[in-house]
């Protein structure tokens, strides 16, 4: 599996938890995703995210004058949205827990201990 089938899975949590911090828009979102290690994402990958998240009711795009010039879409999560990034983020955490389990063994477990998850 490459690493950007693994990012696939994961990108649209993500871009929503992105998203749920505040209104925000494209350039943004990305900006952001890269500075938390997502250098390799491109506005090709970002944008279909952005169009599947709307059309699934997730977000919300409204269009405005970007003070810098042209029209820019803005986003924010919606209620159907935040349901869905908290699932998600159970989920997230289920899976990845096993797999650790699985790829390090127990003796990752203790590092692991007494951490809140979201």
Same mark, same amino acid.
């Given at each position: 599996m490459s690493d950007t ?17 505040? %209104?925000?828009?494209? @350039?943004?979102? =990305?900006?952001? $995703?890269?500075?938390? &290690?997502?250098?390799?994402? /491109? %506005?090709?990958?970002? @944008?279909?995210? =952005?169009?599947? $998240?709307?059309?699934? &009711?997730?977000?919300?795009? /409204? ?56």
């Amino acid at each position: 599996m490459s690493d950007t089938q693994l990012m696939k899975g994961i990108l649209e949590g993500c871009v929503l938890g992105v998203i749920a911090k505040g %209104e925000t828009y494209g @350039y943004e979102i =990305l900006a952001q $995703l890269e500075t938390a &290690g997502f250098e390799e994402l /491109r %506005e090709g990958t970002l @944008y279909p995210v =952005l169009t599947r $998240l709307d059309k699934k &009711g997730y977000i919300h795009c /409204r269009k405005a004058k970007s003070p810098l010039g042209p029209i820019r879409k803005y986003y924010t999560i919606t209620l159907p949205g935040k349901q869905y990034l908290e699932d998600f983020k159970k989920n997230y955490r289920q899976v990845t827990d096993s797999a650790e389990r699985i790829l390090f063994g127990d003796d990752r477990a203790p590092e692991r201990k007494g951490v809140r998850r979201a």
